[in-house]
């Protein structure tokens, strides 16, 4: 017996616990930063380092999500992956605590912590998005997309809100208490949150939520997902669009300073700009692609190459921008930067989720942990090489303007090579190395269409 499509309420508790996994680690990668290098004075270099062990990490993604293809449920692994996240914040915030009286200390437990935070992601995420796209129908594709991704934002906005206002006055026994409460508080959420969604344990055929297992190797499932030409091709599009979106996230802020004199306070007000535009192209793609016959894998296809077509101008635009001086509308601009990389974001995302099922069965959570490790390897690796490129473009041309623009330009470069990637995706073909039929459930006609994503 086939499992219903996910109404909206089913939806919206999914996009509870991604709000639950936001409010971990906004705790994790942002407080526990900040306390580092302010409170304890620690170099900033610390922090940096152990958030990079979370992204490298992400490597581990395709195995997770192969253990819950074997055992044809979802939710042991989400829950699973949350406990273990839990503990890496906790362990990361006794760690943050114990440096203040044994830094050497307090760093290796450090480490183990952001090692069990980059497991309890990879597994929780993993798991929890090919949940999402097996269960819900093409039209809500987009929107569904764009409530989890809205819902985990607003984990992060709140859960930093909060957190910060209950740190203050900051001492090491009210971090570990305020952490505490944090992880308590998502567990439960997410455990009341999944109740029920996915369906009770059953044999195949006979339960509503159990899907059919796995019974190859890891290796070999990952060498099948590999061989299949729509998934190939789909990783190295989220690899080298990721790469261009990561890279401009650390550099918009110095480079108003820089070029256009902003001060602090301004360049903050300016990203707060390029959210905004973030939330509104996320809304516009969910609201145009969530309407009539919109739920078209095609049509999310082809608003990822307008994401990434505008994202590309949008950094020419900004890699111009240093040239002509004050008189360039730096908001607007970094507005139009913001809609055009929400409407690459959540485009990519809802058309991954139709192509997740297309291929060999049984393989949905290698091939939705190939593009997540992709995707958080770019992501990161994106962050840093945008930094080190500035440094060695200043030091060539020791002009902050030409350095920002090359970097720019490079970017949007990287995002045109994105577009013409995303185009060769094509899963109106079932894939030829894909010998059984593309999905178990009821559904498989409706991904039998040209689709691609992030």
């Known amino acids: ?125 993993t798991s929890l998005l090919v949940l999402l796209a097996k269960r819900v ?134 990203s707060g700009v390029q959210h905004g535009g973030v939330l509104a192209g996320m809304l516009l793609v969910a609201v145009v692609c969530g309407v009539g016959r919109g739920g078209r894998p095609g049509l999310l296809r082809l608003w990822t190459l307008i994401g990434c077509g505008t994202s590309a101008i949008a950094l020419f635009g900004l890699a111009a921008a240093g040239f002509v001086g004050p008189s360039w509308p730096l908001n607007a601009s970094v507005f139009f930067l913001g809609v055009a990389n929400g409407t690459y974001a959540i485009a990519a995302i809802g058309s991954m989720m139709a192509l997740v099922v297309a291929g060999h069965p049984s393989r949905e959570g290698v091939r939705m942990g190939l593009w997540g490790a992709a995707q958080a390897l770019a992501f990161g690796s994106g962050g840093f090489l945008g930094t080190v490129a500035i440094d060695l473009a200043r030091g060539l041309t020791s002009s902050p303007v030409l350095a920002y623009s090359a970097v720019f330009a490079s970017e949007g470069v990287l995002f045109l090579v994105a577009a013409w990637l995303a185009a060769r995706v094509d899963v109106s073909r079932r894939d030829e190395t894909a010998s059984q039929p593309v999905a178990e459930d009821a559904r498989a006609p409706a991904f039998a269409l040209e689709t691609r994503g992030a």
């Not at 261009?244 to 110095?254: K, M, V």
């Open 137 to 270: 129908d093409d039209r809500r594709r987009a929107p569904a997309a764009t409530i989890v991704w809205i819902m985990m934002i607003a984990g992060f906005a709140v859960t930093a809100g909060v957190a910060g206002h209950l740190l203050d006055p900051y001492t090491p026994a009210r971090l570990v208490a305020v952490t505490g409460a944090v992880c308590a508080i998502a567990m439960s959420v997410t455990v009341a949150a999944l109740w029920g969604v996915e369906g009770h344990a059953a044999p195949v055929g006979e339960g509503e939520g159990r899907e059919p297992k796995s019974n190859v190797p890891f290796r070999e499932a990952l060498a099948q997902v590999w061989d299949e030409t729509q998934s190939r091709r789909f990783t190295v599009f989220i690899f080298v669009s990721m790469l261009a979106y990561g890279a401009q996230d650390l550099i918009l802020e110095p480079f108003a300073g820089a070029v256009f004199a902003l001060t602090p306070g301004q360049s903050t007000k300016l």
């Open 1 to 125: 017996m086939s499992a219903r499509p996910l109404g909206w309420l089913g939806i919206f508790r999914l996009g509870l616990v991604q709000t639950s996994l936001g409010a971990i680690v906004v705790l994790t990668t942002s407080t526990l930063n900040r306390i580092m290098v302010v409170e304890l004075a620690l170099p900033a270099m610390l922090p940096g380092a152990l958030v990079a062990i979370h992204y490298a990490l992400q490597f581990l993604r395709p195995r997770l999500g192969h253990g819950s293809d074997v055992g044809g449920r979802r939710t042991p692994w989400i829950v699973g992956g949350m406990m273990v996240l839990a503990a890496g914040g906790m362990v990361a915030s006794l760690a943050t605590a114990w440096m203040a009286t044994d830094v050497a200390s307090g760093i290796a437990l450090a480490v183990a912590g952001f090692v069990l935070i980059g497991v309890g992601v990879g597994a929780a995420g």
